[in-house]
């Protein structure tokens, strides 16, 4: 397997070197001139290892080894290519050379599938240019319809359909994809946390991808001169507002079960230095691998709210967004958990604590899912990094694993 491994690496270095921020990481924005030359190379691995290259009207890259079975759905294996700002070489790019790495196994051992084998390379999971993360995977299952899609601008108003025609892409060609041509998605993905490498177990199998909600909480006073107002005639929004978001780890803590919680933004009005705090505005991102730990846990931020809501303070609470947790399909998981014994592979099962492009996928299809070890748990820098030996043992449980799910002879 000496060449695989070397294969692993060149594929990571070189889709790496595809950054506009040398030396800052990896910066891939979707549609941009790196975007390009990534989608170059990886077209051009996917025509090497025999398959039938093409784009959607989005700019995935599918890459198809047909199936013996006449119009047969297809087995995917994929994950997305772009990155933030200044992220890694990891994140994306490791489930994209994942599936190319299959398709060689395939030639390499003269496989034929019964039903189609495709690779799928992804747009804009992260959001970075467009907004809304996910595009790729949401386009082909038909969330993001072309008339919405064509309104999307980055911050400099460039559209989607202007980016794409600058690199030479189609926006016209075909977009939504039938659910019934896909059999399966299988997507390998970097941990993006700490537990893999803490069990020192080199894969983990998603068992879920956790629900989230964002709230929006809303904790209004009274703004007073800071010199002459009395300590106990003032309603002090931010006192108010630190004090209920001191409140909430404890919350998650007592949840258990994985359950985290999350201040990530705060605004303070009118945010003068000798002005008390008339009104503060605070997110709290809530996340668990079952729906009932989101649900209590919003249920005790409402009744913690209402124990602050005195004295000259009132609080308000909106929900930006609700998603259920995303249970993966259970046949599949054994399969990955059986493969894994068969190859002596340890093995766990673990939670996604991020969303991914399978979980869109999982509303319409089976869904596999692994994850490897993040060195010290860090992602979405350029730090992040995972070991190769431990990219090639998810490879080889894809293989398989899609043997079975294509019927190869």
Request: glycine share 10%; net charge negative; with cysteine.
């Amino acid at each position: 397997m000496q060449g695989m491994k070397k294969r692993v690496n060149c594929h990571i270095k070189q889709l790496s070197e595809f950054t506009s921020s040398p030396d800052k990481g990896t910066t891939r924005l979707t549609y941009s001139e790196e975007d390009l030359k990534a989608r170059n190379y990886i077209k051009s691995k996917m025509e090497e290892y025999g398959l039938q290259v093409r784009e959607d009207g989005f700019g995935n890259i599918f890459g198809k080894l047909e199936g013996q079975i006449k119009d047969s759905p297809s087995v995917i294996i994929g994950s997305h290519f772009d990155s933030v700002p200044n992220g890694g070489s990891y994140d994306g790019p490791a489930g994209v050379v994942t599936g190319l790495e299959v398709a060689a196994l395939f030639s390499k051992n003269k496989r034929k599938p019964k039903y189609s084998l495709e690779i799928l390379a992804l747009i804009e999971e992260e959001g970075s240019r467009f907004g809304g993360g996910l595009m790729g995977s949401r386009g082909i299952v038909g969330l993001l319809n072309d008339e919405d899609f064509r309104k999307l601008k980055d911050k400099d108003g460039i559209t989607t359909e202007e980016a794409m025609l600058k690199i030479g892409l189609n926006p016209d060609l075909p977009k939504k994809r039938d659910p019934k041509t896909i059999k399966a998605f299988l997507e390998l993905h970097i941990e993006q946390g700490p537990i893999l490498e803490e069990k020192n177990i080199p894969i983990g199998v998603v068992e879920a991808i956790v629900g989230l909600t964002q709230l929006e909480v809303t904790v209004t006073g009274q703004a007073g001169h800071a010199g002459t107002t009395p300590m106990g005639r003032r309603a002090d929004a931010l006192v108010a507002a630190a004090k209920i978001i001191a409140e909430l780890p404890n919350i998650a803590e007592e949840e258990g079960e994985g359950t985290v919680i999350t201040t990530g933004r705060l605004n303070v009005f009118p945010n003068g230095a000798n002005v008390i705090p008339e009104k503060v505005v605070f997110t709290i991102d809530i996340r668990a691998g079952k729906e009932k730990h989101v649900l209590n846990v919003i249920e005790r931020v409402k009744s913690v709210l209402k124990s602050y809501s005195h004295d000259g303070i009132s609080t308000n609470m909106e929900q930006l967004l609700y998603i259920q947790p995303k249970e993966l399909n259970e046949h599949i998981r054994s399969l990955l958990k059986k493969k894994s014994d068969e190859l002596n592979i340890p093995y766990c099962p673990i939670n996604s604590g991020a969303g991914h492009d399978a979980m869109v996928f999982s509303d319409y299809t089976d869904v596999g899912m692994i994850f490897i070890p993040s060195k010290d748990g860090l992602s979405h820098c350029p730090e992040e990094w995972s070991d190769p030996d431990h990219l090639e043992m998810g490879i080889q449980i894809f293989y398989e694993i899609t043997k079975v799910l294509t019927e190869a002879e």
